[in-house]
């Protein structure tokens, strides 16, 4: 985010290179990576025969599924080794797990190199032909991973068999479970959380029970269907965060910048048409709603004819899945604050009266969506019931990917130590009360700063910025994490570009892309290490310790310059200039 991506001007010494820059670097760019995805389909594919290994498989396909072989995927990548040392099935998982991952890693490095080319060294006019191979290369590799034959998570059978819950036999998915209603169903015995009720919020029951209708107990159709709705959804992705960009004003560079930052992400394209996650569903609906309240900004935001689209979107978001709660909250901000005029009134002279009015109207809207949405399935049920049913689905209690899986990993395998504080820490770690008031503390926190941050500026940057670092602070801190829960953050943080940057979004853009990258070590198997009670430890500090760093080295980086800037600029000025202390932020 250097001065020429934020207003699409070159400097002298950029210009020089961007003439000298040819568009077969991009071509050369795209099709490398479309080789690399292509290339993991064969692993993938070699996963899901693999006989029993008794590691725990964080790439696998369910053990009675068979999907279509596609060797003309397969095939371009039987010169892979299937294993390093002796051919049993723990060494061939092994190897296919590591090959996954260094494909997804080279992967990485070209999307890194590619947009580094695009923010520094293609030209202006150079951008549409820039954009044309970005669709060219997401397209491809986007058919590519819905045609793969293996899976590397087990999620669309989830959604398929709460969708049969619903659809096939009329059942409740938030006081019931598949094991309890349909045990004989194919896609019971496939769905690897077929004993808990469904943790997916009203709007993705309705799709699944929807499809659940046309295609019945089949899990072939919905191998496919989900991983098909997972690429329109990134397509779509994709073309909300170039209209957004262009709404705003930015220039060719930012705008193709933006899209290309999400439409060739290696995760988003693994978690999307591969993993057919519907977080990258819930991610539509939130561009869909944010690019609505920019509409609404720009013809008067605290008119209820104005705003009310954005918000029904960005409410729908939240009835996929909760933790898209902090744009609502920021919504209901930016709207108060914009009512009463701050911070630009004396607080005697706002008018409270509307603002309240216009937040009850607006909460009221938000409330009323999701009571009906959830009506059906509250109905016969008490209070006492409904409020339960939110904490039976595993997130709500269990631990994945995270310091209380790491801590609960060492007490198992450290049941005594004699450092007891070392054992009082551990056990406090491994509490899952613990975490939760953590969780409340820092979205709390996030919160609270957001409002403050929000009567100074109640703009569409702080709406913004707001609701990403809140769900930045939720998925650093929560006990249950998935690589896919990232796709909220990249998802946003590209419509960043569309404001001016200070060191604090920039560190945060900085943080959401990298921990893009590190996320994808939550399926790396460290088994071959031979660390016991470790394994987990490592691959924590391999997914949080390279965001968190590139987060302090861009915002210091950003800081030191600006320092610099002043003074470079008040030795260039002549003495008792009118505009040597004046500064563009």
Not at 330 to 337: G, K, N, P, R, S
Not at 377 to 384: R, S
Request: charged residues 10%; glycine residues 8%.
């Amino acid at each position: 985010m250097s001065k020429t991506i934020e207003t699409g001007r070159s400097t002298p010494d950029q210009f020089a290179d961007q003439k000298n820059a040819r568009p077969w670097l991009i071509i050369f760019c795209v099709l490398a990576f479309v080789v690399c995805i292509l290339l993991t389909t064969t692993p993938i594919a070699r996963l899901k025969n693999v006989g029993y290994t008794g590691l725990t498989e964080d790439i696998a396909t369910p053990r009675n599924f068979m999907p279509p072989a596609m060797p003309f995927l397969t095939g371009w990548g039987r010169w892979l080794p299937m294993h390093f040392s002796h051919a049993d099935n723990v060494a061939i998982y092994l190897t296919g797990n590591l090959e996954v991952l260094v494909l997804l890693g080279l992967a990485f490095a070209i999307y890194t190199l590619a947009a580094y080319f695009i923010a520094r060294r293609f030209s202006e006019g150079q951008m549409r032909t820039v954009r044309r191979w970005m669709w060219i290369g997401t397209i491809i590799a986007g058919v590519i991973f819905v045609l793969t034959p293996g899976m590397a998570s087990k999620d669309l059978f989830v959604y398929a068999d709460y969708g049969n819950l619903v659809g096939a036999h009329g059942a409740n998915p938030y006081f019931s479970t598949p094991r309890q209603v349909a045990y004989n169903d194919l896609l019971t015995h496939i769905d690897g959380w077929s004993n808990a009720p469904s943790a997916y919020g009203p709007v993705w029951v309705y799709l699944a029970g929807l499809l659940s209708l046309i295609f019945g107990d089949n899990p072939l159709p919905y191998f496919y269907i989900y991983r098909g709705l997972g690429l329109v959804c990134h397509v779509l992705n994709v073309l909300l965060i170039g209209r957004i960009l262009r709404m705003n004003g930015r220039s060719e560079r930012t705008v193709t910048l933006g899209m290309f930052l999400y439409a060739l992400n290696p995760l988003m394209l693994f978690e999307g048409p591969l993993g057919a996650h519907n977080d990258v569903f819930m991610s539509t609906l939130l561009l869909y709603g944010f690019s609505l309240c920019f509409r609404a900004n720009q013809l008067g935001f605290t008119r209820l004819k104005n705003y009310w689209p954005a918000l029904v979107m960005l409410t729908l978001a939240v009835l996929v899945k909760f933790t898209s709660i902090p744009a609502i909250i920021f919504f209901l901000f930016v709207l108060a604050a914009q009512t009463l005029g701050a911070p630009r009134k004396l607080t005697r002279d706002l008018p409270w009266g509307a603002a309240l009015k216009n937040v009850a109207i607006a909460g009221g809207l938000f409330v009323a969506i999701t009571l009906v949405a959830y009506l059906p399935f509250w109905i016969g049920h008490g209070p006492g019931e409904i409020v339960r049913s939110f904490g039976t689905p595993p997130s709500s209690s269990g631990a994945q990917n995270s310091l209380m899986r790491v801590a609960m990993n060492w007490l198992y395998v450290h049941p005594h130590t004699s450092i007891p504080v070392v054992t009082f820490v551990a056990h406090a770690l491994a509490n899952r009360g613990f975490w939760s008031k953590v969780d409340i503390l820092a979205m709390g926190l996030a919160v609270l700063v957001g409002a403050w941050y929000t009567w100074r500026s109640p703009s569409m940057r702080t709406l913004v910025v707001g609701s990403l670092t809140t769900m930045t602070v939720i998925l650093v801190v929560t006990p249950w994490f998935y690589s896919w829960y990232v796709v909220w953050l990249v998802a946003l943080a590209p419509i960043m570009l569309a404001f001016s940057t200070g060191r604090f979004t920039r560190a945060l853009v900085a943080f959401c892309l990298v921990f893009s990258a590190s996320a994808v070590f939550t399926y790396m198997n460290l088994a071959f290490f031979h660390i016991v009670g470790y394994q987990l430890a490592i691959r924590y500090v391999l997914m949080m310790a390279p965001p968190i760093i590139a987060a302090l080295i861009v915002y210091f980086y950003v800081r030191a310059r600006q320092k610099q800037a002043p003074q470079a600029e008040e030795l260039s000025s002549p003495a008792g200039s009118e505009d040597a202390s004046v500064m563009p932020r």
